[in-house]
């Protein structure tokens, strides 16, 4: 059944960021920065299926981490993943899964004048749903940082277009 489903997977790890770009002497990812497990409302997931009783599954999320300097203030970096997973019965099938990914951060956020720091919102926004004019199944979805997700599919094919805040898009297609 092919429906746009919360996906309440967990994970109790945090990840650590890669070694970033440094500009004017300060590196934009931290290197020991280190990313929250994502929560439920922070990531979005459907299945199919395709030919050759082969299934699809698509998650994205985003999880948040942050960088304290000694003012107190803070600057929000957000991790966005989007994977889909085409995998087949077939014993010599190998799994094929395609991937992008980026960090985002915000401006630096001081505490008000009574100490309070709000944090970004982490939720996944289901912008639409439907049907399109050739008949295929269309989600459209943004994420916290402002990425947004267009996945369209139909019994033979699978396309999610990823259209990142920094003008940047990736095209994961299965088959």
Known sequence: MKKLIAAAIVAAVTLPAPAGVKVGGSEFV?????????????????????PNDCKWTFLAETRIGRRENAQRCVRFYFKTSVVLTQSCPAKEATPVRRYAERITATDERCPDGSGRLNAPSADTKVMSSGTTVDG???EILRQADGTRVNLSYDEKTVVATVSFPDGTSDVLKLP
């Open 30 to 50: 931290p290197k020991d920065l280190i990313f929250a497990s994502a929560d439920s409302t922070s990531q979005a997931g459907a299945e199919g299926t395709l």
């Open 136 to 138: 295929r199944r269309q």
